[in-house]
């Protein structure tokens, strides 16, 4: 009796090991998905004087993302997720009602492309799937739902234009503020570093299919997204040395606005810009080989 009773015990353990273990057999996911991008910057914003965070968001300039990633899990609770997401930002003085940016009269766009990495921590475990797979019973457990949220770093290039004369126009090349004219007014890179942190949310469909939707902000290391940042250079300067052009892009009031003089305020250089994403994905998990590699096949 001892014996069965020790050999129960023994094939229990045994069972209930090997379904603990059982998320190391797909420890690899896919992700592909589809949202929205925005942008906080210096131009446009909310009806009101420039503020900011999200008090300041114009959700009028709301534009199409899409991303599409792997995620390794090390543990139950922590994953680590590398992801290219790309996005459209944009801004414009002509979308807020304050007088003040309303009368500069700037506007921009640009393409935000993304290669960054994601420390994920879950805040319980995650178990494979959620469906009753038992014969003559039906229907689903409680909902697997599981909260994360994510620190990481991240690559990004942008690439601003503006909008005047005859169309859109690349901004970084015309040296709007100036910039290469003197040496304390440098040229911005278009490629930048960003931290992106967040939260996010999983569902479970079946035993490999996920569903996250995921809010996740930048915070970038420039304020030239936008291409506006510090103070309005000469403007006869700017046109002599780059164009016409350069000039209706660095002052679209050509002077008849008083703010737009040499060197008054044409953005807020103290306060970097930042953008983010908004994403619904679909996760898909991998069988992990022996050699913990994901096979895709």
Do not use: C
Not at 245 to 264: F, K, N, R, V
Request: charged share 25%; no cysteine.
């Amino acid at each position: 009796m001892k014996a069965k009773l020790l050999l129960i015990i023994i094939l229990l353990g045994v069972g209930f090991n090997s379904e603990a273990q059982r998320w190391k057999r797909y420890r690899w996911e896919t992700i592909f998905g589809i949202g929205a991008s925005n942008f906080l910057g210096d131009l446009g914003g909310a009806d009101q004087v420039g503020t900011n965070y999200m008090k300041d968001l114009e959700w009028s300039k709301t534009r199409l993302a899409i991303t599409a990633g792997l995620r390794f899990k090390q543990t139950q609770q922590i994953s680590h997720k590398i992801a290219f997401t790309a996005g459209i930002v944009a801004g414009d003085d002509m979308e807020t009602e304050d007088p003040i940016r309303r009368a500069r009269d700037l506007n921009f766009r640009s393409p935000i492309l993304e290669l960054g990495y994601n420390f994920e921590f879950y805040l319980k475990k995650e178990k494979r799937g959620h469906r009753f797979k038992l014969r003559g019973v039906k229907g689903l457990r409680s909902m697997a739902i599981y909260p994360y949220g994510f620190l990481g770093i991240s690559g990004f290039f942008f690439a601003p234009q503006g909008k005047f004369g005859d169309g859109w126009h690349y901004l970084q090349e015309l040296h709007t503020e100036g910039q290469t004219l003197t040496p304390t007014r440098t040229a911005y890179s278009k490629f930048q570093l960003a931290v992106p942190l967040g939260l996010g949310l999983k569902v479970a469909v079946d035993r490999r299919w996920l569903v996250s939707i995921e809010y996740g902000l930048r915070k970038t290391f420039t304020d030239y997204i936008d291409d506006v940042s510090t103070t309005y250079y000469p403007n006869d300067l700017i046109e002599s040395q780059f164009g016409t052009p350069a000039a209706l892009a660095a002052d679209p009031t050509q002077g008849s606005w008083i703010g737009s003089a040499s060197y008054e305020q044409r953005g807020d250089p103290t306060d970097n810009d930042s953008y983010m994403f908004l994403l619904l994905s679909a996760n898909y998990k991998l069988k992990t080989t022996r050699g913990g590699l994901p096979k895709f096949r």
